[in-house]
């Protein structure tokens, strides 16, 4: 299982995924952070990289990708 920051519904959240071979990810779950709850630099990075990348819409149990 693997992690990143995505924009969910407009508010920052952590993924949890596992990668596939081929097309999208399975997205496992997810919760909502706040910024400020992480402090260094490379979190700060991470965040800003993460989140330029990747935009989801959830609804009724599904996540929709945003572009």
């Not at 407009?10 to 997205?27: D, H, N, S, T, V």
């Not at 997810?30 to 959830?58: F, N, P």
């Amino acid at each position: 299982m693997f992690w990143s920051f995505a924009k969910i519904n407009g508010k920052l959240a952590e993924i949890y995924f596992e990668p596939r071979k081929k097309g999208e990810p399975k997205i496992l779950g997810h919760c909502y952070v706040k910024e400020e709850e992480y402090k260094t630099k490379k979190e700060q990075k991470y965040i800003k990289e993460d989140t330029a990348k990747t935009r989801l819409s959830y609804r009724k149990g599904s996540y929709k990708r945003l572009y």
